[in-house]
């Protein structure tokens, strides 16, 4: 009898088929198309483009492969190395931070900048505070050039950026103030607003349908204050000569769903949900199948756990802790990660966990041997696609490519 129900024993031969008998990452392209194919249509539906948030698909074939599925060329960055790299890798792309840069990276950016991408025409930087606006226009003064400007507003997260109410209004108002001042060197592109905590929060803390009518209320109050307050910057975005088209940017993959009736912005942002790693089990992406494993061998079985140590105690704690259940020693271990197959598997507290031969303890009857396979599914997308090397593209349970991710 399998360990594995068929998908997963499925995907297990075509490892060992391969001898990938080693820790490695899969994506399944059947699942990611179907999630693609998802937000796609919300986004048609929505009258809204995508902008694939590049840090939570860190790997230019699978951002090739996304991108051109899904047709966009809007990347999200979050990282100065990366963001060099996109530059590279993808000279048409239209890149907007999904985070402020220290000054001092956005200098790094333009000395390590190679090749066509032309950052006045495809690059908007998020701004946070009138004190950054500061340092970026003394950054543009230094070189000599003109700087998009992508303004972070607090829609409700409260991880900064303009802020709600009076205070918000006073400083947008000091914002486009600079901005005005110094048309040679800033550009005001449009606004980002994220708000996650819409479909993250308890219920206790509102429903998502009003928590967003608020977020998407704050929004369009800041859209209004720049039509009312700096008509000519708001027109000089709309006319977007030369410059970024104007980006209303919201969402991220927990409430892109949520956007198909509001119309301030004109963008949403996706990364992690393409991939849906369990941190994005959420009934707002109920629809998305989770399409990355982490696949790797058993490489001892015993039938009992047995902890170190000695005399009655660590025996006791042993048949109290492994009771009914065989003990896998597994190649590496302790990522971001939950064991999906075969069920039942879960670490062992007692033994604790290792990055080189965790445990995982299965129930009596998983017929697992040696050389046989665990999955497990990534917590999250970003950090966990940086730690296996190339990712292993899978298409009706075949490997068909091996796609290298991102350094730096
Ligand atoms: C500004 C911003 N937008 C969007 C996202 C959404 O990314 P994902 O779809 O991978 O959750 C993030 C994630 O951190 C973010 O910081």
């Not at 179907?34 to 699978?62: C, M, T, W, Y």
């Not at 977020?215 to 910057?233: G, H, K, N």
Request: include cysteine.
């Amino acid at each position: 009898m399998s360990a594995h129900d068929a998908y997963f024993s499925q995907l297990q031969a075509a490892l060992q088929k391969e001898g990938m008998l080693r820790p490695s990452l899969i994506v399944d392209l059947d699942r990611l198309d179907h999630n693609i194919d998802q937000a796609v249509a919300i986004a048609r539906q929505a009258g809204k483009a995508l902008r694939l948030v590049e840090k939570s698909l860190p790997s230019f074939p699978l951002l090739d492969y996304i991108a051109r599925r899904a047709g966009t060329r809007r990347l999200m960055s979050f990282h100065q190395p990366f963001l060099n790299l996109d530059a590279q890798h993808w000279p048409d792309a239209d890149i907007l931070l999904g985070k402020p840069m220290p000054v001092a990276m956005a200098e790094l950016f333009y000395q390590a900048l190679q090749g066509e991408f032309d950052p006045q025409r495809q690059l908007q930087w998020l701004i946070d505070t009138p004190e950054r606006l500061q340092q970026y226009l003394a950054l543009a003064q230094r070189r000599g050039i003109r700087l998009n400007v992508n303004l972070e507003l607090d829609v409700g997260l409260h991880r900064g950026g303009i802020p709600e109410g009076e205070a918000g209004v006073l400083m947008l108002r000091e914002l486009l103030r600079v901005i005005a001042e110094h048309p040679q060197q800033l550009v005001f592109t449009g606004f980002m607003g994220y708000e996650p905590h819409v479909a993250m929060l308890p219920r206790l803390f509102g429903a998502p349908a009003r928590l967003l009518a608020g977020a998407m209320a704050t929004y369009q109050a800041r859209v209004d204050q720049v039509q009312r307050e700096a008509p000519e910057l708001w027109a000089q975005a709309l006319a977007a000569d030369g410059q970024p088209a104007l980006t209303l940017n919201t969402a991220g993959s927990p409430t892109y769903r949520l956007h198909d009736q509001e119309q301030v912005s004109n963008e949403l942002a996706i990364g992690s949900g393409l991939l849906k790693p369990t941190h994005f089990d959420l009934p707002s992406l109920a629809t998305h199948l989770p399409a990355l494993f982490i696949a790797t061998p058993v490489l001892k079985c015993v039938n009992t756990l047995n902890l170190p140590g000695i005399g009655w105690l660590p025996q006791v704690l042993s048949r109290l802790g492994g009771r009914g259940r065989r003990a896998l020693f597994i190649y590496g271990g302790n990522w971001l990660a939950e064991p999906v197959s075969p069920a039942g598997l879960a670490p062992s507290a007692m033994y604790g966990t290792s990055s080189n031969q965790q445990v995982l303890l299965a129930p009596d009857d998983v017929a697992l041997q040696v050389d046989d396979l665990v999955f497990m599914r990534p917590t999250q997308s970003e950090a966990v696609l940086l730690q296996f090397g190339d990712l292993l593209a899978v298409r009706g349970g075949e490997i068909v490519e091996r796609w290298p991710v991102f350094t730096g």
